[in-house]
């Protein structure tokens, strides 16, 4: 079972927003976070984004993926509308950055993004959205507009004791770099995309 390790109240470049560390032990260097807008009014529906850590995206602004852009529109818009953002430790889609870099390196022989996955022997995704239930729950969040293109979190809240209250998109515009990657998420994974990409 989570719990929460430790809080504090951290400005950013978006606003200022409640840190919420959670994790079974003290000792986890990397705990799954809750980060909340500083007007989030929890006893209406809350706008929520689960958010899985993507270091290249996030920390070295990778072109290959929309994750890093997607991380800053989500604070903006929690910012502006209240909210909170589940960032959860699953880099890679919960493969882990060194067999994250192996699959770049495939995808640089033509394989796209599940293709290397899977030739590595891995999963297509193998993250899982349960501990961002578990969270919500500690929170007491029960009612949620969930910021995601992606059905599988559209699920994973369905089938839990959240109520989904809406879905907004949060759709970054394709780069060269990106292009392909945003294709395979909707071919493959079925993410509630434009037409164009």
């Not at 949620?144 to 004791?161: A, C, D, G, Y």
Request: charge should be negative; proline fraction near 4%.
């Amino acid at each position: 079972m989570i719990k929460i390790q430790a809080e504090a109240n951290v400005p950013t470049d978006h606003g200022n927003f409640r840190m919420i560390a959670f994790s079974e032990e003290s000792s986890d260097w990397m705990p799954h976070m809750a980060i909340i807008a500083e007007n989030t009014d929890l006893s209406k529906p809350v706008n929520v984004r689960f958010h899985s850590e993507c270091i290249t995206g996030e920390v070295f602004h990778s072109q290959k993926c929309e994750c890093g852009q997607q991380l800053d529109a989500a604070m903006k818009y929690m910012h502006e509308n209240g909210g909170i953002i589940v960032y959860l430790r699953q880099e890679g889609r919960n493969i882990g950055i060194i067999n994250k870099l192996k699959a770049y390196s495939l995808q640089e022989k033509g394989f796209d993004t599940v293709a290397a996955n899977l030739e590595l022997g891995l999963p297509a995704d193998d993250r899982n959205f349960a501990v961002a239930i578990e969270i919500l729950n500690i929170l007491q969040i029960k009612d949620i507009n969930l910021l995601t293109n992606n059905p599988e979190k559209v699920k994973f809240v369905r089938e839990s004791n959240i109520n989904l209250n809406s879905r907004i998109p949060l759709q970054i515009p394709a780069s060269d770099a990106s292009r392909g990657y945003l294709q395979t998420k909707k071919d493959y994974f079925g993410h509630l995309l434009d037409d164009e990409v």
